[in-house]
């Protein structure tokens, strides 16, 4: 029988047979992808009413000045319903440091309506391109890239009500807020609870008489925390209450209550009929000041808890979510944002260090209004195809191919169940928070993707290189020991 002619071998550049030319094996140096030279690769995991946690993977190509847009290609990496009910909140624990010798590997806790809360171990770093397993088939187009190393690591079942918000402070504690009232700490190394903080139930105010609602029924819950970089300090606002509530975490106990005043209840449009209770909290990056959401504005508060500005979208909408971005200007000083998501689709950037002063009665001595934050910049709208309600978002930086810029990528989840990536380069922003005219519009839209949920909650994170020494720990965990013991004792019992 003649010899087969052996087929020459493509190029280690040349293109794989889906015709991707991105997915070539990059070059390696000392055993390591170039961080440099690598493509950013985000992972978004979405959360819905329909129950499903649906995780996706969107690779960015071409990120580059020379490039007039970055490409994304999106594919699936799971899929499954993660509670008995509705998907309410999401949190991930902080990347691990570079050389560190932790496991790359970031926990995800999701919390639900059914007073679950799931702890998931995801990958850090996406699937290397040897490594990947032959494509699934798919009744959609949708690609499927599932990585092994994700797993579930235990549900947590210390609740009796709704799961609210969740936190990673540190990538061995998960703080977590329910309906019950309290929020409770969990030690990851092995998913016990070490303390619980209880805050009081708040008083039933302008309760109609003849309300069928039964004792124990009415407004309750923590709606939402924030813990001071410092990790010594934590605020808490919740449902029924007007007020935030300070607790020492250095002893577990109360630090003090907050009561909202009239004026600030008054400058985000909260009247008497209205719950006035704070929705979102979040404290900024440097921990100089703390931003509370209400349903139509926020308001920013200093070190002292003294109102400093408000936000108020114009045109007046509903606000859903809010965030802190710190930008380091020309000079290398450190610029703070907020960054707000409306009903109608937008997400705006406040600077507050710059404040409008709100025009009063020259015969009026009563104390200042509160001032307006500055808003400088705006992504989406009407005009860039976004007019759904943005339900959260986050944001994230990543350099481009050169290592050269560095950009902007915000990832937008709506109600619909779009989730839209947006390219903003940093040079764009900053030239919009130095010249404090009118909000400009920018970012790009390069993406979408269609989950088919109602999505309620998103979290994502930019992916670290593959390296060589997860690959050889994911092999030898991988490898199959056969049933030869198992057969062996069989025959000595048959025996």
């Known amino acids: 029988m003649a010899k087969r002619k052996r087929e020459t071998e493509p190029p280690e550049n040349a293109t794989r047979n889906n015709g991707d030319a991105n997915s070539a094996k990059l070059p390696k140096t000392n055993g390591h992808v170039d961080v440099k030279t690598t493509s950013p690769v985000i992972q978004i995991i979405a959360g819905s009413y329909e129950r499903v946690l649906h ?10 000045s020379s490039e ?8 699936d990496t799971f899929l499954f319903n993660a509670h008995a009910s509705a998907v309410r909140c999401l949190a991930l624990s902080p990347l691990p440091e570079p050389d560190s010798s932790e496991a790359q590997s970031v926990f995800l806790a999701t919390g639900g309506s059914d007073e679950k809360i799931n702890v998931y171990s995801l990958s850090a770093s996406p699937v290397s391109e040897h490594d990947k397993t032959p494509a699934m088939p798919s009744l959609g187009n949708n690609m499927i890239s599932e990585n092994p190393r994700n797993r579930e690591l235990g549900t947590l079942l210390q609740h009796t009500s709704n799961i609210t918000t969740l936190h990673f402070p540190t990538r061995s504690k998960l703080l977590a807020g329910s309906e019950d009232n309290s929020i409770s700490v969990t030690r990851l190394r092995d998913l016990s609870v070490v303390s619980t903080i209880k805050a009081p139930r708040p008083k039933v105010q302008g309760q109609p008489s003849g309300d069928t609602a039964p004792p124990g029924a009415t407004p309750a819950g923590v709606n939402d925390f924030a813990v001071h970089p410092s990790l010594k300090l934590m605020v808490s606002v919740g449902r029924g209450e007007r007020c935030m509530r300070l607790w020492n975490l250095v002893t577990g106990k109360k630090a003090g209550v907050l009561n909202f005043s009239r004026e600030v209840l008054q400058s985000v449009k909260e009247s008497k009929y209205s ?7 979040r404290w900024s990056p440097d921990g100089s000041e703390f ?16 109102a400093r500005c408000k936000v108020l979208p114009q045109p007046l909408t509903k606000l859903h979510q809010i ?18 998501s409306t009903e109608d689709g937008r997400i705006l950037f406040y600077h507050t260090d710059k404040i409008s002063p709100v025009p009063t009665d020259n015969g009026n001595a009563k104390e200042e209004s509160i001032l ?36 902007l990528y915000i990832v937008a989840a709506s109600s619909d169940g779009t989730i839209r990536l947006v390219h903003l380069p940093l040079s764009d922003l900053r030239n919009a928070v130095a010249k404090g005219s009118k909000a400009a519009q920018l970012g790009t839209v390069i993406g ?48």
């Open 55 to 64: 995780g996706i993977t969107a690779s960015i190509s071409n990120v580059s």
């Open 68 to 75: 007039p847009a970055p490409s994304v290609k999106f594919a």
């Open 291 to 306: 931003a509370v959401s209400f349903e139509r504005g926020a308001v920013v508060f200093g070190e002292d808890s003294k």
């Open 323 to 340: 965030s802190y971005l710190s930008l380091p200007d020309d000079s290398g000083r450190e610029v703070t944002l907020l960054a707000v």
């Open 275 to 281: 719950s006035g209770e704070g929705r979102r909290i």
């Open 372 to 407: 307006e934050a500055s808003c400088r910049a705006q992504v989406g709208g009407k005009s860039a195809g976004m007019s759904g309600r943005i339900k959260d978002f986050e944001l994230l930086f990543s350099k481009d191919n050169l290592g050269k810029s560095e950009s």
């Open 448 to 495: 979408s993707y269609s989950t088919g949920n109602r999505i309620t909650c998103m979290k994502a994170f930019v992916m670290l290189p593959p390296s060589d020494e997860d690959e050889d720990i994911e092999a030898e965990g991988d490898e199959f020991e056969g049933f030869e013991e198992e057969s062996d004792e069989s025959e000595s019992d048959d025996e």
